[in-house]
């Protein structure tokens, strides 16, 4: 006989852990559609089985799904030289396996609060990084065969003052430099900077992460 109550608890996981992910997939975000859904799915299964089977050590069960889940959350995070981030992505990970544990022992009110509040979160946080409000950040490749370093640099400093240069690469052959930057600011002045730079009968190529 089938157990409608758990087939409910899968398919709201699903769905509801489907539109998150989709958004940070659209987002460009470094975990995305398939990852939200998997560990969600995979954290409600296991609440299920605990649950409905009585394990006597469900408990630990659950604790040690959200601890293996940190693992993976940590994965998600981003080394640039000094800089870190993808925070909220990890975390995010993190969240959306107690939700599915939660959904999955049937705690439903609490579950929607946490997907209500996960949803609020990330939307303010998309309006901070449209009004400019806090960091935004982007990977420049840019090459050129006919300005120097010093001034590929000093172009760069016109729109932001936070930036890294991570890698040099000259091509003696072509006498191409290939310069790669890790710039930081304001998501206006950085996008100008993207905008602007197109027009530059300097710029040989120019690639944006």
């Known amino acids: 006989m089938i157990d409608y109550s758990i087939l409910v608890r899968i398919l709201l996981v699903f ?13 460009h975000k470094p975990v995305g559609f398939g990852t939200f859904i998997f ?20 408990i630990s ?7 293996g889940i940190g693992f993976l959350g940590a994965g998600a995070l981003i ?9 909220t992505t990890a975390s ?18 609490i579950a929607f609060i946490i997907y209500i ?5 990330i939307l303010f946080d998309n309006y901070l990084e449209i009004k400019g409000i806090g960091s935004y950040r982007k990977k420049i490749i840019i090459s050129s065969n006919k300005i120097s370093q010093k001034e590929i640099t000093n ?6 003052k936070n930036h890294k240069l991570l890698k040099v690469k000259a091509d003696k052959k072509e ?28 710029l040989t190529s120019c690639d944006i992460e």
């Open 15 to 27: 769905i509801l852990s489907s539109f998150f992910g989709l958004e940070r997939q659209r987002s």
């Open 39 to 58: 560990v969600a799915l995979g954290a409600c299964i296991i609440g299920i089985i605990a649950t409905k089977n009585n394990i006597d050590s469900s």
């Open 61 to 67: 069960l659950l604790a040690a799904t959200i601890t």
């Open 79 to 87: 080394k640039s030289t000094d800089k870190v981030f993808g925070f």
């Open 92 to 109: 995010a990970i993190w969240l959306f396996a107690i939700f599915g544990l939660i959904l999955g022992i049937g705690e439903y009110y």
């Open 117 to 121: 509040l996960v949803w609020i979160v």
């Open 155 to 160: 172009y760069i400093i016109k729109y932001t």
């Open 175 to 202: 006498h191409l430099l290939t310069l790669t930057y890790f710039v930081e600011g304001s998501k206006e002045n950085v996008n100008k900077m993207i905008h602007d730079i197109f027009k530059e009968d300097w």
